[in-house]
């Protein structure tokens, strides 16, 4: 995170775990505006790690689930205000692979769960996240 003049710039980086059901990996927690929200598992990226780090740990964090990644999708910005202060947002976004996962998930969410990829549109809470989901179908050519 960098601060220039009234503009916040963060970084951070995120996983679509897919499973060999062509289920992915969905997290059920609350936005800054303390809404529910359905979503991908992502977070800032910290000092000394790559984005490609930042969101495998960002997985098993919030997630319990330990992953690999096959390939990068995208990068995607956005702006918004929080606490009256514009704030820059570039996320990587990942394909991933699961490898192992731990039942003693952690607690930075409220729930995950695993919905079929050409159905999980229906629920996702944000449109960028809906773009991830078709651009990573197309990839993949499902």
Do not use: C
């Amino acid at each position: 995170m960098e601060k220039k003049g009234n503009i916040r710039y963060e970084f951070s980086a995120g996983g679509i775990v897919l499973d060999d059901k062509n289920r992915v990996l969905i997290i059920k927690t609350k936005n800054l505006k303390n809404q529910i929200v359905y979503t991908f598992p992502k977070g800032h990226i910290e000092k000394g790690e790559s984005s490609k780090q930042a969101a495998l740990r960002e997985v098993k964090e919030e997630t319990g689930v330990e992953a690999e990644v096959v390939q990068k999708i995208k990068d995607v910005e956005y702006w918004f205000y929080h606490d009256k202060i514009k704030v820059h947002k570039k996320v990587s976004w990942y394909f991933m692979r699961p490898i192992k996962i731990d039942s003693n998930k952690n607690i930075e969410v409220e729930e995950i769960f695993w919905y079929d990829i050409k159905e999980v549109e229906k629920i996702l809470s944000y449109n960028s996240d809906k773009e991830l989901v078709n651009d990573l179908i197309k990839m993949l050519k499902l």
